[in-house]
């Protein structure tokens, strides 16, 4: 996992927000409820809308554009949609919060370190 620093402690809000951020590359969702932090995809699954321009209630996060409405925690659509958001790992450290990626060569590296058969 590559952990990623997207906001120092003197920059986190103490209220709620919903944010668009910009991570290696990806447009992310950045989310805050009470004293939790979620990151998702910034483009809704159903239409592509901007997630970071929808709002927040109960954990869910709500698309502006269909009123389709996703789990923060999960990224599981609700009952009917049939569709999920990319969820990141989120992190708080001393110094800042942390967003982390999965390695994109990690698979790569493994078929050439032990070849097809796992040997």
């Known amino acids: 996992m590559n952990w990623i620093k997207i ?3 003197d920059v986190l809000e103490a209220e709620n927000f919903i944010r668009l951020i910009r991570v290696d590359g990806k447009k992310i969702c950045l ?26 209630k109960d954990k869910k996060l709500i698309c502006s554009f269909h009123r389709y409405e996703y789990d923060l925690k999960t990224g599981r659509g609700a009952a009917g949609q049939g569709d999920y958001l990319n969820i990141y790992p989120i992190k708080k450290e001393e110094d800042g919060l942390y967003v982390g990626f999965k ?7 493994k078929f050439f370190q032990y070849g097809i058969t796992g040997n």
Not at 33 to 45: I, K, L, S
Not at 103 to 109: E, G, L, N, S, T
Request: aromatic content about 12%; proline content about 3%; charged content about 20%.
């Open 31 to 56: 989310v805050k409820v009470g004293d939790e932090f979620f990151a998702t995809q910034n483009r809704c699954p159903h239409a592509g809308a901007d997630l970071s321009l929808g709002i927040c």
């Open 7 to 9: 906001m120092s402690n």
């Open 103 to 109: 390695d994109k060569w990690a698979f790569i590296r």
